[in-house]
C-alpha cells in the first residue's frame, strides 16, 4: 500500500518534471517551470523519506544541510562562470551516480543479492559516473583558469585513452561474469576517473563548453543506470530527460558551427583547431574613436548590435544597456542579432543581455535578422569574431566554412570593437575588418562603450 | 520496492528518451543556459537513490558512500534550482526599470 | 510474463501519452487522413491480446470470445493499413503521369 | 529467457511504432511510415506466436484467415467512404478489447486471479469497448445512409442516456467489491452497447466525423486498458498512441470550427446546429455559365481553387485535375487552398486531391495563401460554402463567427460552383455568394467542372 503510494508520488514527480521541461518553451512560461521542477522535486524526495526501507535520517540531514550550504554560494556566481559551474556540477552528478552504485554493489555483495545483469549494470553507472566526475571537473578547471586551459598532448596519447576506457570495460564485463570479485571495483573505479582527466587533457579551454554539453548527457545515462539499478523509474525518466538535453545542445552547438556530431561524440580526442593565427597581414584597416561611433549610431535610423564572446569577457553587457536606452531615446531602431554560438555556451548572450535587463524582444536570431541588414545602417559588433566571418560564407578552405554567420558584413556601415587584430575562438584571420564600410574601436569592450555611451549622454546633457 | 525487470526499465527509458527529446526540441534559443542549469537540477533527483542506499539501515563502507552522494546531489538541486530561478528572471519582456 | 504493478503500467502510459502527443503533433496537416487509418491500423496491435488468450490452451466461451478479438483486430490490421498505404501512394510531389 | 526475448521484441516493435508516427511528418518519409509500421506488427504477433504460452494454433490460423478475408475488401472503399471505413474499423477495435477483456474476465474466474485492481480494469475496458463498438457502428451507419443520417432525439434523452453509462460503471464499482459476481458482467455488456447506441442517436450525420475523432481516442484507451489487464507494455504504448492522436485530431477540428472542445469530449450530446437556413432571401445573386467562367480563368495570372465537400460528393477532384492541366498549359499560376475542416474529415481535401495526382505543393494551407489572395485574380469555389463564409469574419450572432476562414472575398472575381442557395454544414447564409465580385455557376460540380474544362479544351484545340 505505502509502496503503491510512494510509486504513485514517483509517477506525479515524473509528469511535473516533463511538464517543467515543456513550460521551458517560452520565457513567459519558464519560471513557472522551475515552480513546477521544484515541487515535483519536493515530491520525490518526501515520498522517498517516507519510504519504510529508509528508516536512518540524521546523517542524511546532515549530509543534505552540507550540500546546501556548498549549493548557495555555487548558485551566487556571476554569470560569465556559468560554464564552470555547469562542469563542477556535472561532476557532482557524475560523482553522486559512482557512489551510489559503489554502495549498491558492496551492500548486494553482502546480502548475496549480485546477479551477472546488476553487476554489468553497476559497472557502466561506476564507470560513467567516475568519467563524468573528473571530466566535469577538469572542464570546470580549465574555464576557470585554476589549471592551463591550453591543449596538452603527448604521443600515443589516444592510445593511452582507449586503453584506460577499454580496460575498464573489460574488468566490467569479467564482473558479469564472476559477480562477487570485489576487487575489480576500485581498479575500475581508478581507471575511469583516470580515463576522466585524459579524455579532456588534450582539448583545449575553448572546446570546453561543447565537452560539457556532452557530459550533460554522461551525466543523464548515468543517472538512469543509477535508476535501473535501485529499480525506480522516476530516476530512469529523470535521467533520461537529462541526457536528452546534453544531447540536443550538444547537437545544437555542433551544427551551429558546423562541425560533425561524431567529431566530439567519440570523446572530442584532438585539440582545438589551431589555424593560421595572424599572419602579419600587410593590409590596412580604418580605426575610428568613440566619439565618431558615437555619432554615426546616432544619426542612423536602424542599429544592430551583434555581442559575442568579448561582452562576456569584458562583462560589458550593461554598457551595452546604457547605449540601447540613449540610442532609444533618440528614436534609433536597436536591435541585438544574437547568434546560436556567440560566446561560450549555447543561449550565453541571451542570458547576459537579458541580465543587464534589456528586453528579450529586442533579441533577434540569426535567420530572422539576416533579410534586414542590408536596410540596417550602423551594425556595432561588440567582442564578436567568428560569427561574422564572411569567410564562413565564401572561402571553401576555412575550417569555419559552412557555419551559418550573421551577415554584418552587408550593413551599410559596420563598427567592432576589440582589443586587437587578435583571432577568436576558431583562430582564423576576419576579413569583416579590413573591409571598406569597417571602422575598427580598438580597446577593452566595457571601456570603449563607456565612452560612447558617455558621448551620447554628454551630448544629450548638452543639448 | 516495485515489480521490476530489465525489459520495463528500458521501456521506460525509451519512452522517456523520446519525451526528453521532443521537449527539448521545443525549448526557447532564448533559454539554452538556464534550460542547463535546470536539467542539471533535475537530474540530480539521483538524491532519491542515494537517501535510500544510506538511509537503508546498514553499518559501513556502503552508507559513508551513500552520504557522499546525498552530500554531492543536494549540492546539485539546490545550486540547480537558485542559479536557473536567477536566470530566468532576468528575461523581462517590457522594460521595467530605467536605467 | 513480465513482473508487473500498475504504477509501473500508468508510467509507461503517462510516458507513452507524452510521446504520442509529441509525435502526431508533429504530423503534416496534408497527412491527417492517413494518419486516423494508421493509427487504428498500429491499435490493431490488440490482436496481441487476443492471440494471448486464444492460445492459451483453454476451452470454452474464453478461447471462443478471444478467437472473435483475433479475427474483429486482424480486419484492422489488414484493412488499415492497406488503406493507409493506397493513400499515401497518392501523395506525389512532381507530377509522374500525363493528364 | 524467452520471455526476456519477447518482451525485447516488444520494445523494438513499440520503437518502430512511434517511429512510423514520426515519419507521418512529412509525405517524403509517410511511406517509410507505413513499411516501419508493418514491420512493427510482424515483430509484434511474431514474438507473441513463439510465447511458450501460447500454444493453440490452429483456430487462431482460421480466425485471421477470415479477419483477412474481410479487411482486404474493406481497404478497396472509394475514399470518399473513408470516414464510414474508419468508423466501423473503431467499432472492430472496440469489440476486441471487450472480447478479451470478456474472456480474461472469465479465465480468471476459473483460475481464481481475480482481485479488485484487475475486474475494476476490465470492466472499464468492457464498456469502453463496447460503447465503441456501437458507436462506431452507428456512426458508419448514419454516414453511409444505411440508416437515417438525422438527428433522432425525445423526452429525456440525455437523461435516459446517462442513466445507462451510470449503471454500467456502478456495476463496475460493485463488482470491484465482488470480483466474483460473474452475472454482472453480461449485464454491463449490454448497458454499454446501449448506450453506444443511444450516444448516437441524437447526432446528426454531419456531426459524425467529430464523433469518430473521439470514437478513435477512446478505441486507444481501451486498448491501453487491455495492456493493463494483460500486463502488456506493447499494448499500454500503441494504445497511447492512438488515443493520443484522436484526441489531437479532433482537437484540431474543434479549433478549425471554433467549437469549445467540451461541447464534443462530454459525448457530443445535442444535435448539429439547426442554425436559420435559407431564409427566402430576396436579394439576388450574379450566375455565369461554364464558358464565361473559362473564359475569365484562362486570361488570369494566378487561380485559387478553394475545394470543398461539394467537390467529394460529386467526385470532382479529377475534373479539377484536369482544369489545373488546362491553366497551367497556359501558363496560369493555379494553387489550391485548403481548409482544415473542408469536407468530413481532417485531410479529406488532400487526399482527394492527391488521388487525382495533383502534386502536393500545389496545395496551399489557409495561413499561407490569405494574406495573397487580394492579389489572385480569381478563385474558384468548388463545392465549399463554410469555409469561405465572410460571416465568420464579422458577424458576431454567426454560430461560426470566430471560426478561420479562407479570404475567398478578396480575390477580385470569385466564382462559386454549388447546385442550389441551400447552406451548408452549418445551415447558414453565405453573404459571399451576393458579392458584387460573386459569380455563381449552379450545377453538379462535376458537370460543371466538365462543361469548363470542354470550353478550355476545344478553345486549345481550336487554336
Ligand atoms: N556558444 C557556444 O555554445 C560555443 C561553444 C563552443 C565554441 N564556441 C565558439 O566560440 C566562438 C564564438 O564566437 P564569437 O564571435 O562570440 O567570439 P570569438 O570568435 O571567440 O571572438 C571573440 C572576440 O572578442 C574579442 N575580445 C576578447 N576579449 C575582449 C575584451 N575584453 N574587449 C573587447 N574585445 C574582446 C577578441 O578579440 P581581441 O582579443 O582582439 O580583443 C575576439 O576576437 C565561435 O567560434 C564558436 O564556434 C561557442
Ligand atoms: N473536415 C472535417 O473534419 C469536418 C468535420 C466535421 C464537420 N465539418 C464541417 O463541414 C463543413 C465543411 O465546409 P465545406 O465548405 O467544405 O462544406 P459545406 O459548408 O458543408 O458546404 C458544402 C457545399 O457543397 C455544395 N454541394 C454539395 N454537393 C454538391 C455537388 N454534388 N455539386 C456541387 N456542389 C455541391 C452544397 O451546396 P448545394 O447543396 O447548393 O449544392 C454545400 O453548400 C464545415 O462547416 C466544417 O465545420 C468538417
Chains 1, 4 share one sequence.
Request: hydrophobic letters at 55%; proline letters at 5%.
Amino acid at each position: 500500500m505505502i509502496f503503491t503510494a510512494v510509486g504513485a508520488a514517483y509517477l506525479v514527480s515524473a509528469i511535473l518534471f516533463i511538464l517543467a521541461l515543456r513550460w521551458m518553451s517560452t520565457p513567459e512560461t519558464a519560471r513557472r517551470a522551475v515552480a513546477s521542477a521544484v515541487v515535483a522535486m519536493a515530491i520525490a524526495v518526501v515520498a522517498t523519506l517516507a519510504r519504510p526501507d529508509v528508516v536512518a535520517y540524521q546523517w542524511i540531514a546532515i549530509a543534505a544541510v552540507l550540500g546546501t550550504a556548498v549549493g548557495i554560494p555555487l548558485s551566487r556566481v556571476p554569470l560569465t562562470a556559468v560554464p564552470e559551474r555547469t562542469g563542477l556540477s556535472q561532476s557532482f552528478g557524475g560523482m553522486a551516480a559512482a557512489l551510489v552504485g559503489t554502495a549498491k554493489y558492496y551492500l548486494w555483495l553482502e546480502e548475496g543479492g549480485l546477479t551477472p545483469f546488476r553487476t554489468g549494470v553497476i559497472s557502466l553507472e561506476v564507470i560513467l559516473g567516475c568519467l563524468t566526475c573528473t571530466g566535469g571537473l577538469m572542464a570546470a578547471a580549465k574555464l576557470a583558469d585554476w589549471i592551463p586551459s591550453k591543449s596538452i598532448t603527448y604521443p600515443f596519447q589516444n592510445i593511452v585513452n582507449v586503453s584506460l576506457l577499454i580496460l575498464a570495460l573489460l574488468l566490467g564485463v569479467y564482473l558479469v561474469f564472476n559477480p562477487t570479485a570485489s576487487w575489480a571495483i576500485p581498479v575500475i573505479i581508478a581507471l575511469a576517473l583516470a580515463f576522466g582527466v585524459a579524455l579532456l587533457m588534450p582539448i583545449g579551454g575553448a572546446d570546453m563548453p561543447t565537452v560539457i554539453s556532452f557530459l550533460n548527457a554522461y551525466a543523464g545515462i548515468s543517472a538512469v543506470l543509477m535508476g535501473i539499478v535501485l529499480e525506480n523509474l522516476l530516476l530512469i525518466t529523470a535521467g533520461a530527460l537529462d541526457g536528452a538535453s546534453g544531447f540536443i545542445l550538444s547537437v545544437v552547438m555542433c551544427k551551429a558551427m558546423n562541425r560533425p556530431m561524431t567529431n566530439v561524440l567519440f570523446g572530442a580526442f584532438g585539440s582545438a583547431p589551431a589555424g593560421a593565427a595572424a599572419t602579419g597581414d600587410t593590409r590596412t584597416v580604418q580605426s575610428a574613436t568613440p566619439g565618431d561611433a558615437a555619432m554615426l549610431m546616432s544619426q542612423a535610423d536602424r542599429v544592430v548590435i551583434v555581442p559575442g564572446y568579448g561582452m562576456a569577457v569584458a562583462q560589458a553587457q550593461h554598457r551595452a544597456r546604457e547605449l540601447y536606452d540613449q540610442l532609444t531615446k533618440r528614436g534609433v531602431d536597436v536591435r541585438f542579432a544574437v547568434h546560436p554560438v556567440a560566446g561560450r555556451m549555447p543561449g550565453h548572450m541571451n542570458v547576459l543581455l537579458a541580465e543587464s535587463d534589456i528586453p528579450y524582444d529586442r533579441l533577434a536570431e540569426m535567420e530572422d535578422i539576416n533579410p534586414d541588414m542590408p536596410q540596417v545602417d550602423v551594425v556595432l559588433v561588440i567582442g564578436a569574431n567568428d560569427v561574422v566571418n564572411p569567410a564562413a560564407r565564401t572561402d571553401t578552405s576555412s575550417p569555419i566554412y559552412g557555419m551559418p554567420i550573421i551577415d554584418a558584413d552587408k550593413a551599410r556601415t559596420v563598427l567592432c570593437i576589440k582589443r586587437s587584430m587578435n583571432p577568436g575562438f576558431s583562430g582564423i584571420e576576419n576579413e569583416l575588418y579590413y573591409n571598406a564600410n569597417t571602422l575598427m574601436l580598438f580597446g577593452d569592450a566595457k571601456a570603449v562603450m563607456g565612452e560612447i555611451v558617455k558621448q551620447l549622454s554628454g551630448e544629450a546633457a548638452a543639448a | 520496492m516495485t515489480a521490476f525487470d530489465p525489459i520495463t526499465a528500458l521501456f521506460v527509458l525509451m519512452l522517456a528518451s523520446f519525451v526528453g527529446l521532443a521537449v527539448i526540441k521545443g525549448v526557447s534559443r532564448l533559454l539554452h543556459t538556464p534550460l542547463m542549469s535546470l536539467t542539471n537540477a533535475i537530474s540530480s533527483v539521483a538524491v532519491v537513490g542515494a537517501i535510500l542506499v544510506a538511509g537503508g539501515g546498514h553499518d559501513g563502507l556502503p552508507t559513508w558512500l551513500a552520504l557522499g552522494a546525498v552530500f554531492a546531489s543536494t549540492t546539485n538541486l539546490v545550486s540547480g534550482f537558485l542559479i536557473t530561478r536567477r536566470m530566468l528572471a532576468m528575461f523581462k519582456k517590457r522594460e521595467p526599470r530605467k536605467a
